[in-house]
């Protein structure tokens, strides 16, 4: 996969031990249609991404209709020679370099990224869509971070992601396509008709998962079997592994296995809303895991089993109650076998 901002970085290192009077460096970084260039004003540092639009038909208001934020510039700009591409129309998106460059970096290889890697989409869905994910993460107000229980949750599930890459190293990572929790899902893993919902607890005296609602636990003909897979996980400062920390591990066993997924993951996390670099404070220390299968007779209440006229009902499952319901921990890692 191309690194953006290391190419950005060697830029700036090669002009540094250059003798040139140049204001402005340009260099391609995709080879084959689309061609793709980076460039680099030396003056302000201000960084563009080129994209070869001169076979693509779009006229003015399609250009305009691209999603923009604060921070980020949209245009096109028509080359007769850039080395030996002739004629060449680009589409140029530049940086506000009043803004943070690690941002708009990230920006830029998630475009990149999704160009290189959904090849069957039209150019002009893939830009608009990768715009509109980022426009929409912006007004979710990105530097709003999560809180402790909302990242101990996501933890327990990138730790699930993590544990079935480890069961299954020769398989396909087709769990990032399964992870249903950062799209609101009621289940966070749904595999075939599957589910596997994660929780997450601090040991206490009394062993409880929380539910948010009465439909959670229902079975259904979409989901006709239900895990719970749950760990018991002490927070600190220094044992164990961070957010950002299972991120990276993640990242990059998807990157050497199937770049795809790993496209995929970085769109699950922003979906969530988060930048990993802003999540290595806290660490998770897993304890304990346990695993248990919510059949029909498991402790829970239902939409069935509800008074008529009560819904939207949140309550809490004493663990201590569910022992005849404990299997292993491989029945959750084998749903697709």
Request: glycine share 4%; proline share 4%; aromatic share 12%.
């Amino acid at each position: 996969m191309i690194n953006i901002s290391e190419r950005f970085k060697l830029m700036m290192e090669q002009s540094k031990n250059k003798e040139s009077d140049d204001i402005y460096r340009l260099e391609p970084i995709y080879f084959q249609k689309p061609f793709i260039l980076i460039g680099i004003d030396l003056l302000n540092f201000q960084r563009r991404l080129y994209i070869d639009i001169t076979s693509e038909d779009w006229d003015e208001d399609q250009l305009k209709s691209f999603p923009k934020w604060r921070g980020i510039e949209i245009g096109q700009e028509f080359f007769s020679q850039i080395g030996p591409l002739k004629e060449k129309n680009f589409l140029v998106i530049s940086q506000n370099v009043e803004d943070s460059e690690e941002i708009f970096e990230r920006v830029l290889q998630y475009l990149v990224d999704h160009i290189l890697f959904e090849e069957e989409m039209p150019l002009y869905t893939v830009v608009y869509e990768v715009l509109d994910r980022w426009h929409n993460f912006f007004k979710r107000k990105w530097d709003t971070k999560l809180k402790l229980e909302e990242e101990m949750g996501l933890f327990g599930e990138l730790y699930y992601i993590n544990k079935w890459l480890e069961f299954f190293p020769q398989d396909p990572p087709l769990i990032i396509k399964d992870w249903k929790g950062p799209l609101k899902n009621r289940i966070d893993f749904v595999i075939k008709n599957c589910g596997v919902e994660i929780k997450t607890v601090a040991p206490k005296i009394r062993d409880e998962i929380k539910i948010s609602n009465e439909k959670q636990l229902e079975l259904n003909p979409v989901i006709d079997t239900l895990f719970l897979y749950v760990l018991k996980i002490e927070v600190n400062n220094s044992t164990g592994k961070s957010l950002r920390n299972m991120i990276e591990v993640i990242e990059e066993q998807l990157i050497n296995r199937a770049p795809s997924l790993a496209v995929n993951f970085k769109d699950l996390l922003l979906e969530v809303g988060i930048m990993s670099e802003d999540y290595d404070k806290n660490f998770f220390f897993v304890h304990e895991e346990l695993a248990y299968k919510a059949v029909e007779e498991f402790p829970k209440l239902t939409s069935k089993n509800l008074p008529t006229g009560i819904t939207n009902v949140s309550y809490s499952i004493d663990l201590s109650h569910c022992k005849t319901f404990k299997v292993s921990l491989e029945d959750i890692f084998n749903l697709n076998k």
